[in-house]
C-alpha cells in the first residue's frame, strides 16, 4: 500500500501543494484530482520520492525511506520532467529510457529490439508527436517497467491529452491488474505482476467508481474547525456588545439632576 498523511509542499512563492492524504493499493486505480499542471506534477513528484515534502509522510508498504521509495516507483509522462519530446523519435525515446534502468538487462541497448519484441513494431519509424495518446502512454508505461523493481506507477495528467477517457484509463486498470510489463518471455501462467497505480487528474471521469481522492483534502478537512469555534464565540460577544449600549441609555436620562436647580428658584 501507498500512503500519505499531511503530505504538503511549499513552493518559493506559494503552496505547491496543500496538505494531502491518500492510500493506494495493489491491484487497484487511484485517482486523485488536483488543480493546475504545477500541483499536478508536484504531487507525482512526492508520492514517487522525487520532490520531498515540506511536512507530512509518504510511505510505500512498510518502508519510509525515500531512496527506496524512489527506486520501486517511477512516474510517468511528466510534463517538464519526463515527458516525452514530440521531436524525439519513438526509437530514440526507447534509447534514452531503457539506458535509465538501473538493472543491466539484455535490451538495454538493443531499443529496436526491444520495440519490436513488446509489440510496438507498427510505430518503430514514427516520432513522438504522431503517436495517438492512448499508443503513447502504453509504451511510456511499458518502458517504465522495463525496470523489474517498479511497484508504483504515478502518471501525471493523462487527461491532458484526450478528453476520451477510454484512451487513458483502460491502460492504467490493466497496469494495476499485472497485465502490462510481462515482456515477450514471460511464460503464460506465471505470476501477475500487479502494481499500485496512481493518475493524477484534471477532472474525474464520469462514472468511475474506482477509489479517489482530492489533492489538499486534509487541508481543507482541517479549516473545518476555525469556522466553528468562531460560531462558538459569538454569543459572548453580543453580550458585550448590549453592555457597551448600557452606559449610552444611561446618559439619556442624565437630565434629572437639573431638577435641584429649578427647586431652589
Do not use: Y
Amino acid at each position: 500500500m501507498l500512503s500519505t498523511n499531511q503530505l504538503h509542499i511549499d513552493g518559493r512563492r506559494h503552496t505547491l501543494l496543500p496538505a494531502t492524504t491518500l492510500e493506494a493499493h495493489r491491484a487497484e486505480v487511484l485517482l486523485v484530482q488536483a488543480d493546475g499542471q504545477e500541483r499536478r506534477t508536484a504531487l507525482a513528484l512526492a508520492l514517487t520520492g522525487r520532490m520531498k515534502p515540506t511536512t507530512g509522510t509518504v510511505v510505500l508498504g512498510h518502508d519510509d525511506s525515500m531512496a527506496s521509495l524512489r527506486r520501486r516507483s517511477a512516474v510517468v509522462d511528466a510534463p517538464a520532467v519526463n515527458a516525452p519530446e514530440h521531436h524525439l523519435s519513438v526509437r530514440s525515446l526507447a534509447s534514452e529510457d531503457l539506458a535509465l534502468v538501473p538493472t543491466k538487462f539484455r535490451d538495454r541497448t538493443r531499443p529496436t529490439e526491444w520495440l519490436v519484441t513488446h509489440g510496438f513494431r507498427d510505430i518503430l519509424e514514427k516520432w513522438v508527436e504522431e503517436i495517438t495518446p492512448n499508443r503513447l502512454l502504453h509504451l511510456q508505461l511499458e518502458l517504465a517497467l522495463a525496470n523489474p523493481d517498479v511497484d508504483l506507477l504515478v502518471v501525471d495528467s493523462p487527461d491532458r491529452h484526450t478528453a476520451d477517457v477510454d484512451a487513458w484509463l483502460p491502460l492504467l486498470e490493466r497496469a494495476a491488474a499485472g497485465l502490462l510489463g510481462r515482456g515477450p518471455n514471460v511464460p503464460a501462467d506465471s505470476a501477475l505482476r500487479q502494481l499500485l497505480v496512481v493518475g493524477v487528474v484534471g477532472l474525474l471521469p464520469d462514472g468511475w467508481d474506482g477509489r479517489t481522492a482530492v489533492a489538499g483534502n486534509a487541508s481543507s478537512a482541517g479549516c473545518t474547525t476555525p469556522p466553528t469555534e468562531q460560531e462558538e464565540t459569538t454569543p459572548p460577544t453580543e453580550p458585550t456588545t448590549s453592555t457597551a449600549e448600557t452606559p449610552t441609555a444611561e446618559t439619556t436620562e442624565a437630565p434629572a439632576p437639573t431638577a435641584p436647580p429649578e427647586e431652589s428658584k
